[in-house]
């Protein structure tokens, strides 16, 4: 690390809530990193149970090599936008890299990041998300993990670096309005509204963890986007990069749809039933080959896809905004 004394290149900020195992790990993972003039500032958003005490171990410098680390509490859990607002706000260097506590950061990270930022001054630098490949075992249809190929349209704070200066002027995330989900990416394109660019760094790599759900677990994840429909309402330019025909959140939505109408229309006109059905069997039979489960997961993939879409549709009632 950096000398205590010296102002650090980078702040990693890290919002965190009872996962204690995964924010050891991703610590570990930052004392390996490529570069060392960097600060370390974790929030435990409202944890009961091992986090307080991993920080107050980093804190007091007892771990090997220590991090130039500070641990901030929040007795109450406000969600990862406030916890966030905390901890760049105390943040001492120009530049303020967030990262996910179910993440683990290749070696280069930082690095990459880095040179991305100073090559282009004031962007906001996004970097490469894949699942942890130690967990690779556990994909399936009943599982969670995230993968960031490219650049937006969600600009997730699993791994992305911003200017302070940016920070500041937008007032970070917007932990009223979006307090649990679409956080990141409202702050982005309320960033790039304000005429930040976006860059990709696709060698700042960092593994997201795999979590086994259960069916139920996973139907739950389906039905919480309703309060990021918002998202469409308040950013415009969000529907032409994001949704199918301008209307439907995910593709499969769009065929979801269209298989509906397949089965009112079934006893009427068969022929165009069949046309409008057989893209959404296709599209289930393919997702089974590719993220698991084969033909016999298509009725939970459905069942999936419908719980998603009323979540949507409840949102776009919700926030006015015609989303599907």
């Not at 950096?2 to 995964?22: C, I, M, Y």
């Not at 982005?188 to 976006?198: E, F, P, Q, T, V």
């Not at 209307?247 to 165009?272: I, T």
């Not at 993220?291 to 069942?303: D, M, T």
Request: with cysteine; net charge positive.
């Amino acid at each position: 690390m950096d000398e205590p004394g010296e102002t650090p290149r980078v702040s990693v900020v890290v919002a965190t809530r009872d996962r204690p195992g995964r924010l050891r790990r991703l610590l570990d993972s930052l004392r390996e990193q490529a570069v060392h003039e960097f600060e370390v500032i974790v929030v435990d958003d409202g944890s009961v149970r091992g986090t307080a005490e991993l920080v107050r171990r980093e804190t007091e410098g007892e771990t090997d090599p220590p991090l130039r680390f500070r641990g901030v509490r929040r007795e109450v859990a406000g969600g990862p936008s406030a916890a966030r607002n905390d901890g760049w706000t105390l943040a001492s260097a120009p530049l303020v890299a967030f990262v996910d506590d179910d993440c683990v950061a290749t070696p280069g990270w930082l690095a990459a990041l880095l040179a991305e930022a100073e090559a282009q001054p004031g962007a906001v630098v996004q970097g490469r998300v894949l699942p942890d490949p130690r967990e690779a075992g556990k994909l399936g249809p009943y599982s969670r993990s995230l993968w960031v190929e490219r650049p937006g349209p969600y600009y997730q704070a699993a791994n992305i670096l911003y200017p302070r200066e940016l920070l500041e002027r937008l007032r970070g995330f917007d932990a009223e309005a979006f307090p649990y989900v679409g956080e990141d990416t409202d702050l982005a394109w309320r960033a790039k509204a304000a005429g930040a660019r976006i860059a990709w760094a696709p060698d700042a790599l960092v593994h997201h963890a795999v979590k086994p759900l259960g069916p139920l677990g996973a139907l739950r994840i389906a039905a919480r986007w309703t309060p990021s429909i918002r998202l469409f309402a308040r950013h415009r330019e969000l529907r032409a990069e994001h949704l199918t025909y301008g209307l439907f959140w995910k593709g499969s939505h769009y065929l979801l749809v269209r298989a509906l109408l397949a089965l009112a229309l079934r006893h009427r006109a068969r022929w165009l039933a069949l046309w409008l059905g057989a893209p959404y069997a296709r599209h289930l039979l393919r997702r089974g080959a590719e993220e698991g489960g084969g033909p016999r997961a298509a009725p939970f993939y459905a069942l999936y896809d419908l719980v998603e879409l009323v979540a949507v549709a409840r949102g776009a009632v919700r926030y006015r905004t015609p989303v599907l």
